[in-house]
């Protein structure tokens, strides 16, 4: 059975750094692709980053140059490291097993509060 559990989200001011981390059960991902959702209060959820099999990345405009997606293989984990981050950054973030498409079950994601 597919499972993620989010971790490090937290209440930063602008400009802070988030680490946030994503244990994959369920399916190895060095054979498979994971991304990073967020959903905005009051908005649909979108796309934040994707890495593949391969570790190629991609980014949503919005985050290029600030957000790193990265992974540990040996611990299943995804991992999002966020720096200077705005106030638009506040969210929900979720990470899905697939290649910018969620493919599985969402987990309850970690909350992200940039304020000043």
């Known amino acids: 059975q597919v499972h993620f559990v989010e971790s490090g989200g937290g209440s930063v001011q602008p400009g802070g750094s988030l680490k946030l981390s994503c244990v994959v059960s369920g399916f190895n991902i060095t054979f498979a692709p994971v991304s990073w959702y967020r959903q905005p209060p009051g908005k649909e959820r979108e796309l934040v980053a994707a890495i593949g099999v391969n570790e190629g990345t991609k980014y949503a405009d919005s985050v290029v140059g600030r957000f790193t997606i990265s992974r540990d293989i040996a611990k299943n984990t995804v991992y999002l490291q966020m720096d200077n981050l705005k106030l638009e950054d506040t969210a929900v973030y979720h990470c899905?097993?697939?290649?910018?498409?969620?493919?599985?079950?969402w987990g309850q994601g970690t909350q992200v509060t940039v304020s000043s």
């Open positions: 899905n097993k697939g290649w910018i498409v969620a493919t599985a079950s």
